[in-house]
């Protein structure tokens, strides 16, 4: 199967739950709204959404994919499908392990998760409630990882891809049911444990459709568990400093009442290439990347990364154009409706404007890291994204104080300090690459790149057009904010679409050759 069909099928599916996921946003802003009680729903959601990130969107995938298709092809399905239910076994085993002691100490975890609320505050023992009740995501998501790894390895792309809108309904499904903020956040708790055990199921149905026998029980250490191990954990940190340093900025913007729902709703706009572009794209060329590296063939690993980064930069530059010139517009027109205000709004456009220019750093990430882990070698972008997480909470800490010390708000510095790490740790990841010769950008892709951008520019020009008439452009268009939203989407996607034809930035022949690589 084609780079380009791999990527067009987990592109597809994630939009679908993109799509959902926005519908679940608006229903949850209107009732749940930010304040002391959205801060405490942010805070629960915020290891489901961690762990979501770092295993079902790819991150442990990433880690686990190439040591499973060398056993493989190497020492056939049996050989693979040992290491895949031995590895699943003890992940399982070590992720339960973590609920548990969770379980156990959740009202100290809340000392740091959530510290700018007083312990008596209910804000506070909210945070502790909701957070037990969605912590068993945790554990379901560890077998989702694995078992989407072995159907991507088999090149099945779609339940993998399609498994995260189970959360978005269930969720959706909550929210319709609440009845007040404290309520609906409570349903949308349990919400995502059962969509976790649903998910958890649909891809363990999937892995038996493929004749892949697996099942829990009690882990057996074998070499070859103990190499996908090695290689596991710290893939998984190197593919996961992007979401580390989002946790890290959640924990700081506690001190600052609403800052964390602020930056919850501005993380899930910006979050929308980042999941459809950045991680299709990088799941879809891992196992490729795999076998070029294997043969040790340069030139094919050379081309198939420029085009992924071309194509990911062609879908993503556009979109970081747009949070620039209309973060406040986009945020209004999606969430200001119920208990989320018009000033929630203007707030959370701060934040969101900042990880706008931030975005293509994240996607290239997604892009770069395989690289590393398709040679095996985890290490090396595990120690890039622990020094930008470092790099991140010092910048973070010392902006946010900076700020409020002028009397500003202090949550904008914690999206800059995340953009800001973002970019070192692409910076590093390309650098090593080049330093190791697995990988140096062709020409082509530098001509590329200079075309997404004039195309983009010209798309954010007649976008901030629309803006200095706004008043003009929503009497055209009487049919609520929402649906003017979407005109202006289209609008911007339309002259985004003929610039980068103009410019070059998308070319039918280049689709075409790469429909056919193999």
Known sequence: MSLLRNTLTQSGLTMTSRILGFLRDILLAAKVGAGPIGDAFVTALMFPNLFRRIFAEGAFAQAFVPAYARTLEAEGPEAAADVARQTMRGLFAVTAALV?????????????????????????????????????????????????????????????????????????????????????????????????????????????????????????????????????????????????????????????????????????????????????????????????????????????????????????????????????????????????????????????????????????????????????????????????????TVLGAGLFVWFRSNGWAGFPGLAIATSLAAWSNAALLIFGLRARGWYRPGPRLLVRLISVTLASLAMGGGLYAILRNEAAFAAAIPFGKLVELLAFIAIGAGIYAVAALVFGAVRLSDLKGLRRRT
């Not at 319709?176 to 708790?189: K, N, R, S």
């Not at 055990?197 to 568990?225: D, F, H, I």
């Not at 196992?287 to 990364?305: E, F, I, V, W």
């Open 100 to 392: 548990i002691a969770a379980q156990i100490g959740m009202p100290w975890i809340m000392k740091v998760l959530h510290g700018g609320y007083p312990e008596s505050s209910e804000s506070f023992q909210l945070a502790i409630l909701l957070t037990r009740i969605t912590m068993p995501y945790l554990a379901c998501m560890a077998l989702a990882a694995l078992l989407s790894g072995v159907l991507n390895s088999a090149g099945r792309f779609i339940l993998s891809a399609g498994a995260p809108t189970v959360l978005n309904i269930f969720l959706i499904s909550a929210a319709l049911l609440g009845d007040d903020p404290v309520h609906t956040a409570t349903l949308a708790a349990w919400a995502v444990t059962a969509a976790g055990l649903a998910q958890a199921w649909l891809l363990w149905w999937g892995v038996s459709r493929q004749k892949v026998s697996l099942s829990l029980g009690w882990p057996t250490l074998t070499p070859a568990v103990k190499r996908v191990i090695a290689l596991a954990i710290p893939g998984t940190i190197a593919a996961s400093g992007t979401q580390i340093n989002i946790m890290v900025s959640q924990l700081l913007a506690s001190f600052e009442t609403s800052a964390k729902s602020w930056l919850y709703y501005a993380d899930r706009l910006y979050q929308l290439p980042l999941g459809i572009v950045g991680v299709a794209v990088g799941v879809a060329i891992l196992p490729r990347l795999a076998r070029a590296a294997r043969a040790d063939d340069h030139t094919a690993s050379g081309a198939l990364m420029d085009d992924g980064i071309g194509l990911a930069m062609a879908l993503t530059v556009p979109a970081a154009i747009a949070f620039i010139v209309a973060p406040i517009y986009l945020i209004e027109g999606l969430y200001v409706r119920g208990a989320f205000e018009h000033n929630d709004a203007l707030m959370a456009g701060q934040a969101l404007v900042h990880y706008g220019w931030g975005v293509p750093a994240f996607v290239l990430i997604k892009i770069l890291a395989p690289a590393y882990f398709a040679h095996e070698d985890t290490k090396t972008p595990m120690r890039f994204a622990l020094m930008t997480v470092a790099l991140n």
